[in-house]
């Protein structure tokens, strides 16, 4: 089960764009500032969380700058708020407010052709004459390119590329999978290409424009893009599983590699809460900020209420009836969220030190109950109308847009589930989860809520490329019930198939070492599906022994080390070892021995046979993860 368990944990990686639980607030519900600071405390306690610095702003008025638990826990020094963290793809929201203020500028606009712009960076749009890539596409993740790619996250060059460097490193990532503008992506490689559009057009590096037009212009002191002597000497070390990490020199550093303390935060938050104005300094309009904060690049969705949030660089989260903007990041050893609400002139940033994300949302969580537990709502009006469904979503579906190639395979059947209508209500549920099932409620054309959820959680949408899909968090493919069934069997079946193979292989041995009769033949006829499981015995095993944090992963994946060569090596012989194996076995199909033992034998040659045509259509056999 390792070689899964472990698989699973990649998906979740590096996940800029992130969900945000409410669960914690339920159980404990901060009335005071002092019962908040309590339950930060009790939740680094619960996820083994080193340290955090946690800011919270109304108005003009900082509520709580302050650091909890240690930055360092070998030299046992305290988080405080001048404690730098990292802040991952927080950072892309200095992006697209340097885009903003070049075009208020203008100097570029959101729907400028970046083919026009910057030739010299490759990319792959095979509908670029119809639906070109704009900066706008860049910014909202409409590309269609991908999030990451392995060997881009294995890349770790102490020394700083230039960010054309960087783009040259890995131009397979800027390929256009679907029509950019029909679908969101989410892609960390778009945001350094705008990045480097800000550099093309200002004449300064990325780093220098963002410090010069916004970082002094709003007193920040020591936020930064970069290792500097100030994050040496006040930087929290990062920590993940109980291992110390070291800085980790991020490839595309305009889309992860930003730096800050809480006091920068408090700044930062300040800005947005005032619309643009700081220090008696408007650097940058409301009316941009309002772009920023809304979708326009979907243009056959943007009609959906589930899209209208998804910004430039700017992701809109609901709370009890609220509505947050802002932006979260995640790296190994580290997590971050930002978010204001504009309308009531408030927001917060949590910084964490460790790598478990779910300590960041929990807290959040609690922060977002303490800051509108006294708000009132405007009333909103129920709503009875009978919404048009004019798409029958009924089957069964799976994911068409894996984050990863590498674990597609899994997400594939992880992600199969039933869908129905009953009673005018939309009904799902994951096979791979019995106690799945999610009710939604109509609450626009095509459009779907669950019963507990504030607003779209779910739309019926017709793509271009791939028809009728089902966009909930993913897009969703129907599939016919015959494949949904075997993916799911195929998951189980193969672990199965694992265990059983070294038991009958083990009795096999036995009865040839102890019994009378030697029989080879029915021996390898018994160990040939037990040598083709080997390699992913080894694999799993290599794995297991290797990675401890998810900055592993990225190196024993996006690098050619020992252990990717074994990957490799292991996926050829277990794809030979298979067809070999079924051949060998159909040969000496009239060999004297038990029939219980040649059929296990034969079914699982047969299976493996089966397993090893999957991995391969989802490139798996044979190919080097680390190009």
Known sequence: MKIFTLLVLLLFIFNGSKSFAQEAYNSNKPKTLTELKNSIQKILKETKTPGAGVVLVSGDETIMLEGFGKADIEKNIAVNENTMFRLGSVSKVYVALAILKLQEEGRLSLKDKIKDLIPEIKFYNPWEDKHPIRIEN????????????FAELGSDDPKPKTLKEALDFYPKSRTSKFIPGTRIQYSNVGTSVAAYIIEKVSGLTFEDYIDKNFFKPMGIENMTYLQTEQYKKSGAKLYENGVKLNYYNILYRPSAALNGSPKDMVKMIKFFINRGRINNNQLISDSSLNRMERSESLSLLSKYEIFKGCGLSNFANYFNGFIYHGHGGSLPGGNADFAYLPEYNMGYAVMINGGDEDAVNKIASLIKYYQTKDLVLKPVAIDHKKYKITIDPSGYYTIINPKFELTGFFERIKYVQKVWFKNDTLYSKRLMDGNSMTKYIPIGNNEFRSANAERSELALINDPLDGNLICIHAYLKKISPFWAYTLISMFYVFFIILISTIIFGLLRTLVYLFGKKKNKTALWV?????????????????????????????????????????????????????????????????VKMSKIFYFHSALAAILNLIFMLYFLSNGLIGIPIWI
């Open 138 to 149: 860049l910014l909202e993740h409409t590309t269609g390119w991908s999030y990451w790619h």
């Open 526 to 590: 018994c160990i040939w599906p037990l040598i083709t499981d080997s390699f992913i015995f080894v694999v799993a095993l290599s794995i297991f022994l290797t990675a401890k944090t998810r900055y592993d992963y990225f190196h024993l994946f996006g690098t050619a080390n020992i252990i990717s060569v074994i990957i490799l090596v292991c996926s050829i012989c277990y794809a030979l070892a298979s067809v070999w194996s079924a051949y060998y076995i159909f040969k000496n199909r009239r």
